[in-house]
């Protein structure tokens, strides 16, 4: 079983509509949750980053992590075309050894926004 | 503020050769990552170092992959000899990484695509 599955896609969906990405784990180690954003040929770029549970709202973006369920999520609200790219969750642990800093990605969802 | 600089962006190989990649992370990161990236998949870390220390080296194929950071700036990840399942996008990236909370962020370059035929 991987650390973090995530659901591929790819996802298509109209301009405006509400987004729902999402992502599990199995560590419960994991305390610190990120979500990246990457355009075809290009690195992933950090789009939101929480740490332990709860919500976080970052204008048309808000990321949700429930501990218990070891479950995150990513909601966009009023999706544009420019918002079509990969998702990445990423997920890491706290503390000093050789886990700090080391990010465990899920596979990427791939959305695209039609206008 | 510069991003993290990564070259060559694209290079082609044959199976048995060997390759090199260079990362110049940001200015003052003393944090860098290698991760592979296999088309369709998310990032998988192979090695990282705090300075010029190697923290996590525990995924990379140590037969062929080899990676250093000479005074704790600028890496160089290469391979030898290249397998055709190596083909992949290579990114490095950096961060502040200082211990304590929310100070994990990595900034990403834009990768180098690798493919060996």
């Known amino acids: 079983q991987k650390e973090v599955e995530q659901d591929p896609g790819p996802l298509s969906v109209p301009e405006g509509a509400i987004v729902s990405l999402n992502c599990t784990y199995s560590n419960s180690a994991f305390q610190y949750f990120m979500w990246y954003r990457q355009y075809s040929r290009k690195g992933p770029e950090l789009l939101m980053y929480?740490?332990?549970?709860g919500n976080k709202e970052d204008g048309r973006f808000t990321a949700q992590v429930d501990k218990s369920s070891k479950y995150i999520s990513l909601f966009i609200r009023d999706s544009q075309p420019s918002d079509s790219a990969t998702y990445l969750c990423?997920?890491?642990?706290?503390?000093?050894?050789?886990?700090?800093?080391?990010?465990?990605f899920g596979q990427g969802t791939i959305l695209t926004v039609h206008p | 503020e510069a991003g993290v600089a990564q070259s060559p962006r694209y290079k082609i190989i044959e199976k048995r050769q060997s390759v090199a990649f260079w990362c110049n992370p940001i200015s003052g990161h003393a944090t860098l990552y290698w991760y592979q990236q296999i088309l369709g998949q998310g990032p998988k870390l192979l090695i990282q170092f705090q300075n010029n220390g190697v923290v996590d080296d525990s995924q990379l194929p140590k037969d062929r992959f080899s990676a250093e950071r000479l005074k704790g700036v600028d890496s160089t990840l290469k391979i030898q000899p290249a397998k055709l399942e190596d083909s992949a996008v290579y990114l490095c990236?950096?961060?502040?990484?200082?211990w304590g909370a929310g100070d994990t962020e990595a900034f990403f370059g834009q990768g180098t695509r690798l493919t060996v035929v």
């Open positions: 929480t740490y332990s549970s």
């Open positions: 990236a950096s961060s502040l990484a200082h």
């Open positions: 990423a997920m890491s642990r706290p503390g000093g050894g050789t886990s700090y800093g080391k990010l465990t």
